[in-house]
């Protein structure tokens, strides 16, 4: 059984980018272009978005 793939555009290259059938809306993925890496913004239909720039402080 094959998973439905869905695509949504990269807002920076316009780029077809896939996303798993069982995406989540705000799961970050990252573009196969030009690797920015997006937020998805809704799944239906597929939209993806630049994800915020977040500081790496992961303070453990
Ligand atoms: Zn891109």
């Not at 809306?25 to 937020?39: A, G």
Request: glycine share 4%; hydrophobic share 40%.
């Amino acid at each position: 059984m094959s998973k439905t793939v869905l695509a949504a555009e990269c807002p920076e290259c316009a780029a077809d980018v896939g996303l798993d059938a069982d995406a989540r809306v705000s799961e970050i993925v990252e573009c196969v272009e030009c690797r920015s890496e997006l937020e998805i913004e809704s799944v239906d239909p597929p939209t993806l978005v630049r994800a915020p720039e977040v500081e790496e402080d992961w303070g453990e």
